[in-house]
């Protein structure tokens, strides 16, 4: 019987998402030991010395026997070394971390797979299906991080109250795991400054309960739909304090009008009294075209920090959309493939971790300076796409012995791989 360290095999599967081989399976071809370097490289790295490759049911099997309580906490470990080596603190705004929620359907079945599916009807037919609501830490450089996750199941719709609208059931299951998601996030992040980033969907009581009751700081979209009474008193609001404008002019021509109230009076239904400030941002495109935004948010608001609270705040939601799932679904991370129908929940840690690891190397500043070096602006413009950066770190993997200073870890202590954009 051959025993293998739990170090080489988390590499190992860790491999299966830095190299985007797209399903388990492909490990044991592209990963294969005869005639490569894989063995070598990753016993070095893992700092193990196995004689043979594993095979990826010896991946599934050490999944089962752990516990993804350590997957998550090696993600924690991680992140806190970020944020300990200041490595993130150029994204941080009025000294928080931007921390998005967002929920996402992921796994989608044609049967029941699980006792925790959830289930969707679409006419005749019903899906099955697993929801994750997930935290991701706006890092600089454009960096997502992902720093806690809550999985969604039926339990949570089985407590939804009977009769509830399918909207409502939503919301209340989107708003109990927000809950348990934080409780765990306090835990493991204790000190860190918090700014929840959120849909309409959590500017309600429960969301404002949930942000005071962690200790966080919140910018939620405004829907008027969601509070049209509050909304009301807003536009009223807005009328008696005119000089609070401010109007911005972006580099593409796009001209912003920034209007604000402090200290708007909100009774939820559970009469629970808030104050907050309230955002309005209607903008004009160069084609004549107008949209409006806005927000309601507990970070300070003012003539001087209005524009970057909507803008940093505010409009980065769209990237926990962007660069958080779509990545994952589209990039060859495969977020949306059942790796595992047993540790689905394990693939989704390993996944987050990899991605992780992923954007240090895509945004950091070590392949950006090789570009450079090369005429080029960006790591991504070097390699043509980050699908050809996956097929060179396989190439790299498996036929060229890595030089034995990359292991040098006193070597590697000047080394900083710097996210800033600038
Ligand atoms: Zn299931």
Known sequence: MVVYHKRFLLWWGLGLFLCKLGSRRQLDYQFASDGTEVLEN????????????????????????????????????????????????????????????????????????????????????????????????????ETVISIATEFIDNHDVQAASKGASQEQVKQDCELKALRRLLARLRAEFPQVRICLGGDGLHACGEGF???????????????????????????GLLRLCPEQQV???????????????????????????????????????????????????????????????????????????????????NSGLNLEHAYSHRCWASYYYLLQIAHLLLQLVEKGSLLLHLAQEQGQRSALELYGSLKNMAQRLLDSLRYRHWPDEVFDRAGAVPIQIRLDSS
């Open 42 to 141: 990753l016993n070095r790295l893992a700092g193990t010395a196995q004689v043979s490759s594993p095979v990826n049911q010896t991946l599934e099997y050490f999944l089962k026997k752990i516990d993804t309580g350590s997957l998550a906490s090696l993600r924690q470990k991680m992140v806190q070394r970020l944020i300990r080596m200041k490595a993130l603190d150029p994204a941080r705004l009025q000294g928080r971390f931007l921390v998005l929620i967002d929920g996402s359907g992921y796994l989608v079945f044609g049967q029941r797979h699980c006792d925790a599916c959830l289930t969707q009807r679409h006419g005749e037919t019903t899906v099955y299906m697993h929801q994750v609501l997930e935290a991701k830490l706006l890092g600089p450089g």
């Open 247 to 329: 109007v911005w002019m972006t580099p593409q021509g796009v001209r912003q009008v920034y209007r604000w109230v402090n200290g708007l009076r909100y009774t939820d239904s559970d009469g629970r009294d808030w104050s907050f400030h309230a955002i309005l941002c209607t903008e004009t495109k160069p084609d004549g075209s107008v949209s409006e935004w806005s927000w309601v948010t507990s970070l300070d608001v003012s003539h001087q920090t209005v524009v970057e609270v909507a803008t940093r705040g505010g409009r980065a939601r769209w990237r926990i959309e962007n660069e958080g799932f779509n990545t994952q679904k």
């Open 209 to 235: 309960q949930i942000a005071k009751d962690y200790k966080c700081d919140f910018i939620y979209t405004f829907q008027p739909g969601r509070l049209p009474a509050l909304w009301q008193e807003f536009q």
